[in-house]
Every structure is written in C-alpha cells, then in structure tokens.
C-alpha cells in the first residue's frame, strides 16, 4: 500500500487498492501522503507532527501525491503535500520533520485496561474488509450498559505480520491505524436520529518511537458535538506503557438529509 511511483521530482504516484468499500479509506490517504512527504527528507529526520485536511471523497483509484518543499533547517524541515485524482485535490497535508534535540522528558500514564492476551477477542473483530488479514484489532470491554452511555472506546491494534525496521514504514502505518475508528466514537452517544458522518481534518503528533507490528493502545474519545460536526481524539500507547503518539480529527457529524 505504501509502495509510490516517482513521476518526477516531488511528484509520486500511486496505484488503486481493491476494497469493498464505496470510498478510499482516509487513514491510507494520510499513510501514502505522508510517505511520499518523508521521501523528500534525509533520513536524519523523522515526522514530529501532521496537520490534513479532507476535502473532498476520494475513490479506491490511482492518486497523484504532489509535494512541496516548504522549509529545510538545521533541526526542522517542512512539506506540504497535494493529493488528486481526475485532477481534484482531495486531500492536502503539512508534516513537520525533526532531527531530535535534548530536552525534558514526561507523559501521562497510560489508563489501566486488560492486556490484549487478557481479553477474549471476537474471531472477526475486524469490520473493513481493507483489515482482515493485515491488523490484529481486539476491543477493550466497555462498561455495563447499565452505564450512561459515554463517548469513549479503546483498541489495542498491531499489524499482523513483522514489518521492515524502516522507521518510516511505522509512522505511515500508525498513521493509517489512528485513522481507523475516530469517526464512529461520536456514534456512542448517538440520540437514536439517523446520521451522516464524513472526516474534514486530522493531525497527529509522533512522541516516541515505536513499532507498528506490535501492539499498541488506542484510547479515544469525543468531547464535544455541535452544530453537526464532531471532535474526538486518541492517545497511542505501546505495550510498555509509552505515550507514542496523539491524534485529533473533527468529522461532519449530522443528521442526514432527506
């Protein structure tokens, strides 16, 4: 899914992925742009942050990755990228890249929750066909129903096969996986009206390094709904407790229209 084409400079391109989906899955969209972003830095740099835009839907067919060299500095270096397809931006993105320097060192602990070999999971706990076979994916049990009703829910997830020691490989696949269920964490509080929900942004910050076939905690939830548009956010823990990453995305959140 990674794999690019490079037309010419700053230009990559990349073939369809069969699905069974009506629409391009927006985590493999944020994983190829931010691949072919991190195919115009040096090695030395690694993706600190992303900030994206969903703009329009994107079909399961070639898309073109356009990318502009921004900034190049001692510690730092920046990339936008563009991506079409028939010649319609459907997704633009900023990632920022970083050497690493030496500072202070502190994160939130990581919630209390059952380890993946402690939980039963579901013999098909995927629901995208584009996952079965490549993510391991097991739900953390929620609370009784007798419970209100929150907007919370967490996952442990890791790609099901090893993957190359390629630092960059693991960024775009956790990029891909913090994708996965953000849009639907609002749908946990749904009133019961039917709704119509869409991804419009997604940005990301990479803390610590990681690797992505092994498991990784994702802690989601929504804080607020209004006005039709939704914002949830997950935090990514590896096995050991480490906060590796964070996500936000606001989604279109509304109730469908006759």
Request: hydrophobic share 40%; glycine share 6%.
């Amino acid at each position: 899914m990674l794999h690019l084409e490079r037309e010419r400079d700053g230009l990559y391109r990349s073939g369809p992925i069969p699905t069974e989906l009506p629409l391009v899955f927006g985590g493999q969209v944020v994983a190829r742009a931010l691949m072919a972003a991190a195919l115009t830095v040096d090695a030395s740099y690694r993706v600190h942050s992303l900030h994206s835009y969903f703009l329009r839907p994107g079909g399961a067919t070639a898309t073109e990755f356009s990318v502009e060299n921004t900034r190049d500095g001692g510690t730092f270096c920046t990339r936008s990228v563009r991506a079409t397809q028939n010649g319609q931006a459907i997704f633009v993105m900023m990632a920022s890249f970083h050497r690493g320097d030496d500072g202070d060192s502190y994160q939130s602990p990581m919630p209390s929750v059952p380890r993946p070999d402690e939980i039963e999971a579901a013999s098909d706990s995927v629901d995208l066909a584009e996952w079965s076979g490549v993510w391991d994916r097991i739900a953390v049990p929620r609370p009784s129903a007798a419970v209100k009703p929150s907007a919370e829910q967490q996952f442990w997830i890791r790609h099901r096969r090893p993957l190359p020691d390629d630092p960059v490989v693991h960024d775009c696949a956790l990029a891909y996986l913090a994708d996965m269920d953000l849009l639907d964490i609002p749908w946990l509080v749904n009133s019961g009206r039917e709704l119509q929900s869409a991804s419009l942004d997604h940005s990301m910050w990479f803390l610590r390094d990681f690797r992505a076939d092994d498991w990784i905690l994702h802690d989601m939830s929504s804080s607020s709904a209004e006005g039709g548009r939704a914002l949830s956010k997950g935090r990514l823990f590896d096995r050991a407790g480490r906060l590796i990453a964070e996500v936000a995305q606001e989604g279109l959140h509304r109730y469908r229209r006759q």
